[in-house]
Nanobody, 115 residues
Framework: QVDLMESGGDLVQAGGSLRLSCGAS????????MGWYRQAPGKQRDLVAE???????MYEDSVKGRFTISRDGDKNTVYLQMNSLKPEDTAVYYC?????????WGRGTQVTVSS
């Protein structure tokens, strides 16, 4: 059983920064993709950013230039540096990992950006 645990969510003012962290336990295999998703109240869960083995990254358009995803080598640890936060970034942020063709999810961490 793979377990993902996020941390770093908080209440922050618009223009501020947060760094989310996520670690996976329960698997010795390296995830080929790790990512961050977010879900605002009443909305679907959407991909924010992902990073693949080898380091290639992709970002949702609204966060390009503000958010940076990174990974601790081939460990199943992923970070999301979020700068210039906006109220519309408010959501529960979920970590995801693809290991052996299965997608695993964390329980989420709340990010609230006040105007």
């Amino acid at each position: 059983q793979v377990d993902l645990m996020e941390s770093g969510g908080d209440l922050v003012q618009a223009g501020g920064s947060l760094r989310l962290s996520c670690g996976a336990s329960g698997s010795s295999a390296s995830a080929n993709v790790m990512g961050w998703y977010r879900q605002a109240p009443g909305k679907q869960r959407d991909l924010v950013a992902e990073i693949r083995t080898g380091g290639s990254t992709m970002y949702e358009d609204s966060v390009k230039g503000r958010f940076t995803i990174s990974r601790d080598g081939d460990k199943n640890t992923v970070y999301l540096q979020m700068n210039s936060l906006k109220p519309e970034d408010t959501a529960v942020y979920y970590c995801s990992a693809h290991i052996h063709f299965q997608q695993y999810w964390g329980r989420g961490t709340q990010v609230t950006v006040s105007s």
